[in-house]
């Protein structure tokens, strides 16, 4: 991730284990979704004497936002205790939120609801501190190490090996490099062992009982990966291609097939089938929410402004949507002024053109509100990466790399950038680089936890008051 970036707390986990075969890891994955499935089903025994509707529906829905969940077996033990307990926080008042907009939350007796509140999170804990207990003991049942091997001396290999050198609960050890260039060529910082050149590669593992080979060759060496592969067929090595520089930067990669013939996703949505219909029921839940909660505030934002400043309440101005298409963005009119042309002025702090009660408005992000009525239209999402003026992508989309991607999704009333203080005025290329940057990762990395912790992320930003808006 680059440097600009905080790490995620609640984003898919990219520590992975290295091979699927990792009985410790896929436990992991699966422990604390099962366990909050099986709490609730726990609490349904208690109350109801056996499983009914509303308690297997509720849980399949829970076990499906929250797999597979982060690993935790690396984390100290008091970040693993404030992981699960803020996770939960985030988890239950989404549920309990969504119960009560929907009214289904009657289906369930207060008292199950506090035992269930209680119970879900002591058993999350329970449940990863003996898994932490018993880790070493799974690793052995496994079986002994898997013995590998990595050709090519490049970022990706070396990383790769840290990775192995660095991570206790992996089932491979790393033995060494092998790579065609000079020994005095290679960066070879941690010391690790050169094993040979790549020719050596087949004689190397029928002798020293090699189980997995790691092939990190820059993608033009193609001619010299096929004639490897043909070598290595005469071993019973498992082989993995790690991906050059040109492929590291993946968008919700993936592997797939159409018609049996093998593909790999290098930019993708993460919004496609069960994920985008979560989505977007989420949008318009919460935007009934906010819209019906805060009516008596909207209407008193509009009167405040006819009072303060001559001119319209609402301000409309173009921005780019989904897959680049135009949209028109609605906005509380803060000030003199409604640039929407082919050079628009981006806000400062003291602009002149802002109202005394527009200034308030922009600090506080109340401005923004209207924005849930094109949630509701469908052309925006309450989470996504924030649309920018069009004048304003037309200039940066020549001057960043990669910065179209935001517009793979709907753009968001807030974002991660937002929430990372990458708010306001851009006033030089890196801040917008950095944006841009916190958009792409929020595609690569998305989950429906992500974006509710965005949602609550920003309620704190906006209670606190963040500097960046003017």
Known sequence: MNKHHPTPPIRKDTSIAITRDNILYN???????????????????????????????????????????????HMAYWRVIRNIILSWLLLAGLVLGFGAITGYIKLFSPEE????????????????????????????????????????????????????????????????FFDD?????????????????????????????????????????????????????DTTASIYILPDIFL????????GQVDGIPVMAIC???????????????????????????SPLLLAISIGIKLTSPGQVLFKQRRYGLDGKEINVYKFRTMTVCDDGSDVVQATKDDSRITSFGAFLRKTSLDELPQFFNVLQGNMSIVGPRPHAVAHNEMYRKLIKGYMIRHMVKPGITGWAQVNGLRGETETLDKMQARIEH??????????????????????VIIKGQDGAY
């Open 439 to 460: 958009d792409i990762d929020y595609l690569r990395y998305w989950s429906l936890r992500q974006d509710i912790y965005i949602i609550f992320r920003t309620i704190w």
């Open 113 to 176: 609801i506090k035992f269930w509140l209680w119970l879900t999170p002591t058993c999350q804990l329970i449940a990863v501190f003996i898994l932490r207990a018993s880790a070493s003991l799974i690793l052995k049942l496994q079986g002994p190490q898997k013995r590998a091997i990595i050709a090519g001396m490049n970022e990706q290999g070396i990383a790769l090996a840290e990775s192995l050198v660095r991570n206790i609960y992996t089932t491979t050890s790393c033995l060494g």
């Open 181 to 233: 260039r000079d020994p005095e060529r290679l960066v070879n910082k941690n010391g690790f062992q050169i094993l040979g050149k790549l020719a050596d590669i087949t004689e190397y593992v029928k002798q020293h009982n090699i189980n997995m080979i790691y092939l990190s060759l820059p993608m033009v060496s193609q001619p010299r990966i096929v004639k490897l592969l043909d070598e290595l067929r």
């Open 268 to 294: 993708e949505s993460p919004f496609t089938g069960i994920d985008s219909l979560f989505k977007r029921l989420t949008d318009i839940l919460i935007s009934l929410f906010v819209l019906i909660l805060l």
């Open 248 to 255: 590291t930067d993946l968008i919700q990669g993936r592997m």
């Open 27 to 73: 436990t992991e994955s699966l422990l604390e979704p099962s366990v909050i499935m099986f709490s609730l089903w726990g609490v349904g025994f208690w109350h109801e004497g056996s499983l009914t509707a509303p308690y297997l529906i509720l849980s399949v829905v829970l076990f499906y936002i929250t797999f597979p969940c982060s690993s935790k077996i």
